[in-house]
C-alpha cells in the first residue's frame, strides 16, 4: 500500500509525531528522510530499496552520496540528506562523555564515532587541559585505505593553536585490523619524541576498526 493510500494517522511522519520514532521500522524513518517517491514508487518502497541495495543500515551509514546516486530514484537532495543525517548522529554521539581522558578506554571512546565507518584512513586529535579534560576534539582526513601517515606537524599545530599541553592520537583502519604497520609505530615515536620536545604531554595513540581497537 502506497503512503498516500493510507489513513493519515498511519502515515509515517504522524506516527512519529503522535507515537514516537520507536513505532517506526527503520525504512519508514529512512522514508522521513527520502521525503518522497518517484513516479510509480512511494517513499517507504524506496526507502526499503535503498538499504536492500547498501546491505543493511551499518552499510547505509557509510555510504558516500555518490554511491547512493547510483540507486535508481535517488537523486543528489535525497543522498545528501540521508549521508548528511548519518553524519549528524556521528557527531552527535562524538559530543556526549567521557570529557575527561583518564585512560586509553577514554581516548577510543572520544574518537569512535569520529572514526568508525569511514572507507578511507582518519586521524582524530583529542587536545586537553593539563587536568585531562577535553580542549577540544579535532577530525583531520588523510589519504586512502590504511595509507596515510598521521601529519605530525598538523596534530602538534592543532595541540598549539588550542592551549593543549596534553593530547592524544587515533585512527581507522578501514581494513578491519587493528595490527599496527610500521609506519603507525613509527609515527608513534615521532608524536613522542615531537611532544617531550614541545614540552607537551603525549597521552596516547590508537587504532580503532569498526569492531576493536588498539594501543600502538
Known amino acids: 500500500m502506497r503512503v498516500k493510500d493510507l489513513a493519515e494517522r498511519d502515515r509515517p511522519r504522524e506516527r512519529l509525531l503522535t507515537t514516537g520514532h520507536e513505532a517506526l521500522a527503520d525504512r519508514e524513518l529512512l522514508a522521513l528522510l527520502i521525503g518522497s517517491g518517484t513516479p510509480g514508487t512511494d517513499a517507504i518502497t524506496l526507502a526499503v530499496k535503498v538499504i536492500e541495495t547498501c546491505g543493511d543500515l551499518s552499510r547505509l551509514a557509510r555510504a558516500e552520496p555518490h554511491e547512493l546516486l547510483t540507486i535508481p530514484g535517488m537523486g543528489p537532495a535525497k543522498a545528501a540528506r540521508v549521508a548528511a543525517a548519518f553524519q549528524l548522529a556521528r557527531r552527535a554521539e ?123
Open 94 to 216: 562524538s559530543s556526549i562523555p567521557p570529557r575527561k581522558i583518564r585512560g586509553s578506554i577514554d581516548v577510543a571512546d572520544i574518537a569512535a564515532p569520529l572514526l568508525r565507518g569511514h572507507r578511507t584512513e582518519r586521524v582524530v586529535v583529542i587536545v586537553c587541559d593539563p587536568a585531562g579534560n577535553v580542549i577540544r576534539s579535532v577530525q583531520l582526513t588523510e589519504g586512502g585505505t590504511d595509507r596515510s601517515l598521521i601529519p605530525v606537524r598538523d596534530v602538534l599545530r592543532t595541540v598549539l593553536s588550542a592551549g593543549g599541553t596534553a593530547f592524544g592520537v587515533a585512527h581507522n583502519h578501514p581494513s578491519g585490523s587493528a595490527d599496527p604497520s610500521p609506519s603507525d609505530l613509527q609515527v608513534t615515536r615521532k608524536l613522542a619524541e615531537a611532544a617531550d620536545t614541545l614540552g607537551l604531554r603525549f597521552l596516547d595513540h590508537l587504532i580503532l576498526t569498526d569492531a576493536e581497537w588498539r594501543r600502538v
